[in-house]
């Protein structure tokens, strides 16, 4: 007589997930039917194996939940401490943020203020360097102006001074002719004297 194949256990979970069944529901005629081979001990021992693991599965599923539900409460407490714990640390750094942002804005406003009283200084100082400069020009037109009377009145004395200087010259050829006809005049003066002298003594 040929020997049934065996079946593993992978091969009876995968039977009862294909005929939709659990252990308590299935049995090793059915599933005899469904492989096709295998023992209906062999079979039944696997059955029998899957029930005892699911009722050890149910019975700590179970053991979980009443745990669960017992301890419910606490983990509510220290879900809720937590929470407050987190809330309270998020609110504390929220307002350490806010207090910083607020000492970075009122430096930042120094800062700004310092900043425009520099540009005010500066402003200032730029006006009133505008306005010495436009009283430099202003004073450097009038020496210019000054400088071209002074250099007017300079051309004007250089003419006067050539005009008195040929004056002297014809005063001084006057003087020269004069005195040529003072020295001519006394020397026909002379001769007249000197003829008038012998005349006398001739006469006499």
């Known amino acids: 007589m040929p020997r049934t194949p065996s ?31 295998g023992s209906l001990s062999t079979l039944q021992r696997y059955l029998e194996l899957l029930r005892a693991e699911g009722a050890r599965e149910r019975s700590l599923s179970g053991a979980i939940e009443g745990a669960l539900r017992t301890l419910a409460p606490a983990f509510r407490a220290l879900a809720v401490g937590a929470a407050q714990g987190l809330y309270e640390r998020a609110l504390a750094e929220t307002l350490r943020a806010l207090e910083e942002r607020e000492a970075l804005l009122e430096e930042q406003e120094a800062l700004l203020k310092g900043l425009q009283e520099q540009l005010e200084a500066t402003r200032e100082r730029l006006e009133k360097r505008e306005r010495e400069l436009e009283a430099a020009l202003a004073r450097e037109e009038e020496l210019k102006a000054t400088l071209a009377e002074r250099e007017e009145r300079i051309r004007a004395l250089e003419l006067q001074a050539m005009e008195r200087e040929g004056k002297v010259r014809e005063l001084e050829a ?3 002719a004069f005195s040529q006809r003072v020295h001519a005049l006394v020397h026909e003066l002379a001769t007249l ?3 008038v002298g012998r005349g006398a003594q001739g006469q006499a």
């Open 174 to 176: 006057v003087r020269e």
């Open 193 to 195: 004297q000197a003829a």
């Open 7 to 37: 079946v593993t256990l992978a091969d009876v979970k995968q039977a009862l997930a294909d005929l939709g069944l659990s252990p308590e529901e299935a049995s090793a005629q059915v599933l005899r039917g469904h492989l096709g081979r």
